[in-house]
């Protein structure tokens, strides 16, 4: 009887790893049922076979148990608070307080269920409105948006110059056909 090396066949016997033991030929492990002792076996199977079916009830998590004798941190503006929770979590923070339409965008929005796609769309849409707001905001405030320091032109130039120069190149050409065509069409 052979000894299993390091690459060899899986039919080969193994030596015994512990004195007593018995070491099992492939046929022979087919044979051997030791699902009862591996934790968690038996996910995936048959839903009258899995361990912890019908599921345990979940805990009763809520405004009353969730967070127990915490001081709760008084908002300074209106907070969004997800569905899901009974109220805010001791501790929160918000760099952009609702206001203006993306503010009604965003309070719409946290109406729904956080697995809602309805909600994300939204949430997204009010990103992009309170991205025009802003710019808005600036202009009103006669301080138009630094679009070379926002944009990152300023990097974007110094380590990735063939991309601008490319940027650049396929913005003038599109320029020109616009003009071009606009020309002709009057």
Known sequence: MRQQILGSSSDDRLQRPVPGGTSLTTEERRTVDRSGEIAGWGSDLDPAMRPGVPRDPMPQLGAESLYIDVVQQSPPHRIHKSTEHGRLTPVFGTSCPPRGLSGRMRDFAYRFSEGRLSR???????????????????????????????????????????????????????????????????
């Open 120 to 186: 994300w769309v939204t949430l997204l849409a009010a990103d992009r409105v309170n991205t025009v707001e802003g710019v808005v905001a600036d202009v009103a405030r006669l301080r138009p948006p630094n679009l070379v320091h926002e944009m990152g032109l300023k990097s974007e130039w110094r380590h990735n110059r063939k991309r601008v120069y490319k940027v650049a190149a396929l913005t003038g050409a599109a320029l020109a056909i616009y003009l071009l065509t606009r020309g002709r069409r009057r």
